[in-house]
């Protein structure tokens, strides 16, 4: 099939290239005119494991391509998937400026029947409001459909490879039944192909990023508990993790979630609930509770230094929001840094492929280090922020020998805080006494 994908962000860079590497042409749109010549030049803007070889490999055989040009791309593509950006609005709604440009430009374009789908997470009715306008801007017939992503940053394109599910949300039978036939080479190992009507779609998405929310911000509470009466989280986290009614994942706790999706869906959700006057009072809990999780923190930081920070230097390991990701998105290290300043602390900050965009966030305010360990130099305590793999086994001698103080606080749980103790740290954990 001949395919769009307007919009180069994570999900549109995963969509067309796995489409691709499938046999469609498919041609990728962006009105970011930089980034599309640093595509054509084979610069993948985002980090995300198995990507550059599959576009490489694709841009090769001449089944991907990228281009400014949506009209030529709408004209030429069968099936167009919107995989704009819904970024959170000072209200805590969804921003919803891009998929109504680009549904206008998509009606103006069209020159004979086109499937267009949504695959940017929106708030339930966007997809009706995406048909009103392509209706509004062209007599060519259309359907429209929802099929929201899930995607995990890190292990994106795997789970586009092989999905736990794929969800289509559609109104009309023959355009659902389209969507089938290009998932169908995703599905050959009897993974379901979802078919439902496209509200429920559009809400599925939130109520599944929702969900897991609320399990992070749940372990967080108890952790928080545990730090009062002495209890330990781990041990908890593992009791639940057998229960075959809980299972294991997203049951860590640390200093809150991050990234592009998990804070902003929960707010949109939160919006959409006031907005039909049915409060979502446990998504409000949960927001607040991830909210205060890095003040939470910074606070055992404060606490440690008697409540002053200034002229202090602090190491941070990690930046983006998560490991195997450069995205730097809500991170909870920007929270952690900038509390950190404001307290007239000096930080130096490692992580493995999230250096430039925290260039971009700071600029010269922090030192960027050029490994972990040059971050330790004089430093008076160590911040572990991301769980990546490479800070999982360190050297703690060499890191005990290059610190002023041998003050680890650990936001993810990674160390075992007897080990730590041991070795002569002083050891601060989430959940951990």
């Known amino acids: 099939m001949n395919i769009g994908v307007i919009g180069t962000g994570y999900v549109g860079l995963v969509v067309g290239a796995c489409f691709a590497e499938s046999g469609n042409d498919v041609v990728c749109i962006d009105n970011n005119a930089a980034k ?43 099936i167009i998937f919107i995989a704009v950006g819904t970024p959170t609005s000072s209200s805590g ?45 062209t007599k060519h017939p259309f359907d429209v459909v929802s099929n929201p992503e899930f995607l995990k940053q890190g292990a994106a394109v795997e789970d586009f490879m092989k999905p736990d599910r794929v969800v289509v949300g559609a109104d009309q039978i023959h355009a ?15 993974r379901p192909v979802m078919m439902m009507d496209i509200r429920t779609a559009e809400l599925l998405k939130y109520a599944a990023n929702a969900f897991l929310a609320a399990r992070i911000s749940f372990m967080n509470e108890i952790a928080n508990l545990c730090e009062h009466v002495g209890a330990n989280i781990e041990m908890i986290r593992n009791g639940l993790a057998t229960d075959e009614r809980i299972g294991p994942a997203f049951l860590f706790a640390g200093i809150g979630f991050g990234g592009s999706c998990f804070p902003k869906d929960t707010l949109a959700l939160i919006h959409t609930g006031r907005e039909h006057k049915y409060p979502m009072k446990i998504l409000e809990a949960v927001s607040d509770v991830n909210t205060n999780q890095a003040v939470r923190f910074i606070d055992k930081v404060r606490a440690h230094f008697g409540g002053k920070l200034s002229g202090k230097r602090i190491g941070i390991w990690g930046l983006a929001f998560k490991p195997r990701t450069n995205d730097m998105r809500d991170a909870p290290s920007v929270k952690v840094i900038e509390s950190l300043l404001s307290d007239g602390a000096t930080v130096a900050a490692y992580d493995p492929e999230a250096m430039e965009e925290a260039k971009r966030i700071f600029g010269s305010r922090i030192q960027l280090a050029s490994n972990n360990y040059a971050c330790l130099q004089d430093a008076d305590a160590l911040l572990l922020v991301t769980e990546w793999q490479t800070f999982r086994n360190p050297n703690f001698e060499r890191m005990k020998s290059m610190m002023k103080q041998p003050v680890v606080f650990d936001g993810r749980n990674v160390y075992d805080p007897a080990q730590m103790r041991q070795l002569g740290f002083t050891y601060y954990g989430v959940g951990r006494v």
């Open 176 to 190: 659902g039944e389209i969507l089938r036939d290009l998932y169908a080479p995703f599905v050959r190992t009897g």
């Open 36 to 78: 599309i010549a640093k595509l054509q030049e084979g610069v993948i803007p985002i980090y995300e494991p198995g990507l550059p070889e599959i576009i490489e490999r694709n841009v090769r055989e001449e089944r991907l391509t990228f281009s400014t040009d949506l009209e030529a791309a709408v004209k030429k593509s069968f």
């Open 93 to 137: 709604a969804a921003d919803l400026s891009a998929i109504r440009n680009v549904a206008a430009e998509i009606g103006r374009a069209m020159d004979r029947y086109k499937v267009i789908v949504t695959k940017s997470t929106v708030p339930v009715g966007t997809t009706e409001q995406i048909r009103e306008i392509v209706k509004s801007q």
